[in-house]
């Protein structure tokens, strides 16, 4: 029998990188039902490599935007090496110089039924822990395959929207009754709404022009996201060693967002401030309070170097109002907690208060 593991060794030397290295060739035949695993690989780009265990070996692809769950929907798959029984238990950091470098981490597992095994053409019925269905891949040219979900999504499972609006506050004073409702500060920034899918980010600013090109340093958030699909809403703000940077909030006025986002794109670095959750792992959740959602929004843990979750103040208004002041912000946004997002409306269960307000 043909070593199939000859490529796999030639990539990779042992000793240097954590991943099983079989010495020789073991022709091996898989004892009972067949498995298949679903690792999450941040190497150079973020994928997720699919791999089946057949005759000994884990046939392999690598699937750039991952598995996909509608079947309106078809995924590249590139067609790898193959690889050794064990590297289905494989989790951990391949050192920088070797080959696929970066992290690799256990997404799925479970067994498969075979529908269907051809040179080009591959037909599988999955059951895992988070994947399960009737699949097909298909050669189309050389290594590239593509991935097909035969069968209908999951009861109640929505595909990520290609377009929400957002959500806009009214101009007022602080409520009467503060304590039904959340502060937050006002940034002043440029308004976006993240589309993150497939560790990949869309950025739509608030005239729904599409900015993903003018932030590079916010890519990483879908990849530090990963696997979650999410839409969220928030602002990028361009930070200065004094705060935030005052020209922004100058540019708001007269100008369009798009304009406002390509100056405040050659100023300064920038932070993403995600303060809203829309769509959430094929829910949407518009229609949940505000209170519902930043929680769920506060357990996909968003923090890294350019993105975070500010924090909101439920019912302390006008402590909210000083603190900005103090910070040289112009104001807050009240959010009443029991309203739900009303995409592309102006509403007041949103208000917007300035400073001068105040007094």
Known sequence: MADRLRKYRSMRRSGRTPEPVPEAAENRKPE??????????????????????????????????GVPKDPGQNHLAVRTEDHPLEYAEFAGEIPAGEYGAGKVLMHDRGSYVTEKWLDDEVMVVLSGERTSGRYVLFRTHDDDWMIHRMDPPVAGWQPLPELVRPMWPTRGRLPNDPFEWGFEMRWDGVRAV?????????????????????????????????????????????????????????????????????RLAARHPVSYLVYDLLHLDGSAIVDLNYRQRRQRLE????????????????????????????????????????????????????????????R
């Open 32 to 65: 009972g039902g067949r498995g298949f695993v679903i690792q999450q690989h941040h190497a150079r780009r973020l994928h997720w490599d699919f791999r089946l265990e057949r005759d000994g070996a884990l046939v392999s692809w690598a699937i750039p935007r």
């Open 194 to 262: 993240g589309y993150v899918s497939g560790g990949r980010l869309r950025l739509l600013d608030g005239d729904d022009v599409d900015v993903t090109t003018r932030y590079p340093e916010l890519r990483g958030l879908a990849e530090d996201l990963a696997p979650t699909e999410c839409v969220v809403d928030g602002e990028i703000v361009g930070f200065t060693d004094a705060g935030v940077d005052p020209e922004v909030a100058r540019q708001r006025h007269g100008v369009s967002a798009a304009a406002a986002s390509r």
């Open 299 to 358: 357990d996909l843990d968003v923090a890294g170097d350019h993105w975070l979750v500010p924090p909101y103040f439920p019912g302390e208004g006008a402590e909210a109002l000083q603190a900005a002041r103090d910070q040289g912000l112009s104001g807050v946004v009240g959010k009443r907690l029991e309203s739900p997002y009303r995409p592309g409306k102006r509403s007041r269960d949103w208000l917007s208060v300035t400073a001068a307000r105040s």
